[in-house]
Nanobody, 124 residues
Framework: QVQLVESGGGLVQAGGSLRLSCAAS????????MGWFRQAPGKEREFVAA????????NYADSVKGRFTISRDNAKNTLSLQMNNLKPEDTAVYYC?????????????????WGHGTQGTVSS
């Protein structure tokens, strides 16, 4: 049974930082492209960042470039998202997702497994 469990969300002031983690089990983590998505109230789920299997390449949404960093540890089956210089518009539920295809996709419909999400709230 595949499980993706996010942690690290919380409440932070604008300009602050949060580090999200995703612990994966029940799958061969190293062969999956991993991504972070987020969903704010009343909005559709949107792409945040994704990282290739080996961790040598990553993609970011324009809105988070230069502020967020995605990383993975294939030995520990973990995915991370370091979020710096947070803004109120970053407030959302953040989801970890796994895609068994080779290429990185920005489309949430192409991801095979999802976590339940962790709330990140940024106050102004």
């Amino acid at each position: 049974q595949v499980q993706l469990v996010e942690s690290g969300g919380g409440l932070v002031q604008a300009g602050g930082s949060l580090r999200l983690s995703c612990a994966a089990s029940g799958l061969m983590f190293s062969i999956y492209v991993m991504g972070w998505f987020r969903q704010a109230p009343g909005k559709e789920r949107e792409f945040v960042a994704a990282i290739r299997r080996s961790g040598d390449s990553s993609n970011y949404a324009d809105s988070v470039k230069g502020r967020f960093t995605i990383s993975r540890d294939n030995a520990k089956n973990t995915l991370s998202l370091q979020m710096n210089n947070l803004k109120p518009e970053d407030t959302a539920v953040y989801y970890c997702a796994a895609d068994q295809r080779f290429i990185v996709s920005l489309n949430p419909e192409e991801y095979d497994y999802w976590g339940h999400g962790t709330q990140g709230t940024v106050s102004s």
